[in-house]
């Protein structure tokens, strides 16, 4: 299931992900970030994978995918939060892709991924 975290507003959006995604996820979330760039152009994202978080099916993965790099230059700022290591490792190696700033954060760094991603400096 993945679900719009509270403290998303305009073109600030944190996506918390948990449990396996399946292709229906993504078609119902899709729809919403397309409005998003229309109303705000670029967005600033966190994708929270939280401690039930087991990873993606091959539609799902597929979709994820190819739904970012299409939208690789449409992003300011992605702050992934919690990967296991392995999506971290995919992360690192294909953040070279996209026209943004790409920072990885531990699942206990959340507040400071947020105010990353929105622009502020937080202080722990």
């Not at 993965?61 to 299409?70: H, L, R, T």
């Amino acid at each position: 299931m993945i679900e719009f975290m509270e403290g998303s507003m305009g073109r600030i959006v944190g996506l918390r992900a948990t449990g396996r995604l399946k292709e229906a996820d993504y078609r119902d979330l899709l729809p919403k970030l397309e409005e998003l760039f229309r109303q705000h152009g670029k967005l600033d994202l966190l994708f929270y994978m939280d401690e039930g978080f087991e990873g993606w099916d091959m539609q799902a993965a597929w979709d994820d995918a190819s739904f970012g790099f299409s939208h690789a230059g449409d992003f300011e700022r992605l702050a992934v939060v919690g990967a296991p290591a392995w999506v971290n490792w995919c992360i690192r190696l294909s953040s070279f892709l996209f026209k943004c700033e790409v920072r990885i954060f531990p699942g206990e760094a959340l507040e400071e991924a947020w105010g990353w991603v929105k622009g502020a400096s937080v202080v722990i």
